[in-house]
């Protein structure tokens, strides 16, 4: 079945089968993306020091898999740990630090757009 706005059927993808490719965040492993016609994104991350940054156009949904840290939402820090979700609507600048390092799903609606990633400085902002 072709879903309305999907250029394929459907897509099915084991997580080893996937891309792994350096990003602001850490290393993620892009199971799901635009490239395969779906209208969102899903990637397993694995994150430690994430570069501060929002989207202009892209809602994320975060869920915790392994590992803990917190979380900075526009200057404001929070706990994350296995099962915590984390909603970020397109324009909250946020980052993840994690010491350990921790493994998240991230789900992107529309899917992830590499020039709808802005990195945040004290002088400027601009795309990664």
């Not at 996937?18 to 016609?37: E, H, K, N, W």
């Not at 350990?100 to 795309?127: C, H, M, Y």
């Amino acid at each position: 079945m072709i879903v309305p706005g999907c250029s394929v059927a459907y897509v099915v993808r084991h997580e080893r089968e996937a891309p792994q490719v350096p990003c602001p965040c850490g290393l993620s492993t892009r199971i799901l993306t635009a490239a395969d016609g779906a209208p969102c994104s899903v990637h397993v991350t694995v994150i430690r020091d994430a570069l501060l940054h929002y989207h202009r156009h892209t809602t994320e949904v975060y869920y915790i898999l392994e590992g803990s840290g917190k979380i900075e939402l526009d200057g404001a820090w929070h706990a994350v740990e296995p099962g915590t979700v984390v909603w970020i609507p397109p324009g909250v600048r946020h980052r993840v630090f994690s010491p350990e390092g921790l493994r998240t799903i991230v789900f992107a609606l529309p899917a992830f757009d590499p020039q709808d990633e802005w990195l945040v400085s004290s002088e400027n902002e601009k795309p990664v």
